[in-house]
């Protein structure tokens, strides 16, 4: 099919995303408790993301003070900005907004017996004004921000009472913003809980002999929760629909040696086990073999595997940032990061400065690729360039983020061409945030910028960017006008 005559579907979701912990502050405010990542400080490009730290340091960080050096703790101030921010987002015309909520919000140490009414009120605020504008909001439960007492008392997902405290979380969640809230996810790239456990699970490695198999143990028990979450939304939320997250680890064979394509082959198995479990509703055969070769045992309870294979998630959503390649003799091989993971370089591929390879026409491949694999609908829920950006005269010139977009929706708009079924899109960073990895401000992605710098100085005025008004029109025809 021709591009022209390829068209987004009537309805699609556009909009734009962020996660609580990067963009809310107020880290104390309103009742809040203090979360896994309020305690990590800054780091840069050049050191690589912080995403667990000694035991010791967790402790001493808790209990300093010093929100500045801290970036997850100030944000960029949402909680007091957010209705300003809205109607940004309102004016570029988006009709939904994927945010999370921050589970310390709600139950500030996790285990709490009753909610913390004053978070209740703050988010019947945000999605009240979201009404307003017909944002319809799309909530992450669980997006890096675990309860730090959950973390320090039970290691975090580790511990399976957590999985209560969870379902408590969610109940609560669901009694009070079911009726205004229809698309949920439970956890953000729930894949995470292996490649960084304290960031995705709250494991803190000195508190248990074998990191790996206490990760593939939390692992297990967030599928559960999510599985009961699917569960307690088709019994009496009918209305409502819960999607999985993962992160879209893609990788290409650097060559067409077999060697080469079996490591990917095995790569790709295990980057899809996530969504495996989640979406179809088993442990693929891959994971068993793992566990076996490594003498992991994992308790699995009785009845957990049925209640996964019975509560498959109603879409499948993920991001898609950037590809790795990937080759049978890798150790000599020049590196380079892509999310969450590290893998050898594409040489037909541009990188950020951050070393993420730009790729779009991996995520038709992508869209393509899980689409096969699930026969569920799609929602591409992150997708963005973390860049330096110039701002000069109120504004910045952002073309090369007009390029970065425009080239994966093409990539998009083709696999909608395929034949994929996507239902949305939502920008990541709409507005510029903490980065998660990082936790700098300098790798913004936003289409509008905020003054603030790495250290937490600046006016935190909001700026519309270039790439405001040509996204605008994006939204506005519904994606003919790229
Ligand atoms: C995803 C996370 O992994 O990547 C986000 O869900 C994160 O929280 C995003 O912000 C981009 O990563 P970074 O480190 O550039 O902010």
């Not at 004053?118 to 997006?143: A, D, Q, R």
């Not at 803190?204 to 074998?210: C, Q």
Request: proline residues 4%; contains cysteine.
């Amino acid at each position: 099919m021709g591009d022209k005559e390829i068209k987004f579907p009537d309805g699609f979701l556009w909009g734009g995303a962020f996660a609580a912990n990067q963009v809310e502050g107020a880290y104390l405010e309103g009742g809040k408790g203090l979360s896994e990542v309020d305690i990590f400080p800054k780091s840069d490009r050049v050191k690589g993301g912080i995403f667990s730290l000694p035991y010791g340091e967790i402790i001493e960080n808790a209990q300093d003070k010093d929100d500045k050096k801290y970036p997850k703790r100030r944000g960029i101030d949402f909680y007091h900005h957010y209705k300003e921010d809205i109607a940004l987002f309102a004016e570029m015309g988006f009709k939904v907004l994927r945010f999370s909520i921050s589970w310390s919000r709600i139950f500030p140490n996790g285990d709490d017996a009753k909610p913390n009414k004053e978070g209740i009120i703050f988010y019947h605020n945000v999605i009240n004004e979201l009404k307003k504008y017909h944002i319809e909001p799309l909530v992450t439960m669980s997006h890096f921000e675990m309860p730090l007492q959950l973390a320090l008392k039970y290691n975090g997902w580790t511990d399976r009472r957590v999985i209560g405290f969870f379902m408590k979380y969610a109940e609560t969640l669901f009694k009070e913003f079911a009726a205004d809230v229809r698309y949920w996810i439970t956890f953000n790239e729930i894949d995470a809980t292996i490649h960084i456990p304290f960031y995705g699970a709250g494991i803190i490695a000195e508190k248990t002999s074998n990191v790996e198999l206490a990760s593939y143990q939390a692992l297990h028990h967030q599928f559960v929760a999510s599985a009961l979450v699917k569960k307690l939304a088709h019994e009496q939320y009918p209305g409502i629909s819960i999607g999985c997250m993962v992160t879209k680890n893609l990788k290409y064979p650097s060559t067409c040696k077999p060697d080469d394509c079996m490591q990917w082959l095995k790569e790709t198995e295990e980057d899809s086990f996530y969504a495996d479990v989640m979406a179809a509703g088993y442990y693929p055969y891959s994971v068993w073999q793992i566990w076996k070769n490594k003498g992991i045992t994992v308790e699995i309870e009785p009845g957990d595997l049925e209640l996964l294979k019975n509560n498959t998630v109603d879409y499948v959503a993920f991001s898609y940032y950037a590809s790795l390649v990937t080759s049978a003799d890798g150790a000599s091989k020049e590196k380079t990061s892509a999310n969450l993971l590290v893998g050898e370089k594409n040489p037909y591929l541009k990188q950020t400065p951050w070393g993420w390879q730009i790729d779009p026409e991996g995520l038709r491949f992508s869209l393509n690729q899980l689409y096969d694999r699930y026969r569920k609908p799609l929602f591409v829920a992150e997708n963005g360039l973390g860049t330096f950006d110039v701002f000069q005269n109120g504004t910045v010139e952002d073309d090369y983020r007009i390029d970065y977009i425009r080239d994966h929706l093409k990539a998009l708009k083709q696999a909608i061409g395929d034949g994929v079924d996507v239902f949305g899109y939502t920008y990541w960073g709409c507005i510029d945030c903490i980065s998660g990895s990082t936790g700098e401000m300098s790798k913004r992605y936003g289409f509008i910028y905020v003054d603030q710098d790495d250290e937490g100085n600046g006016s935190l005025k909001r700026y519309p960017k270039k790439s405001f008004y040509w996204y605008k029109k994006v939204i506005a025809s519904n994606g003919e006008v790229l």
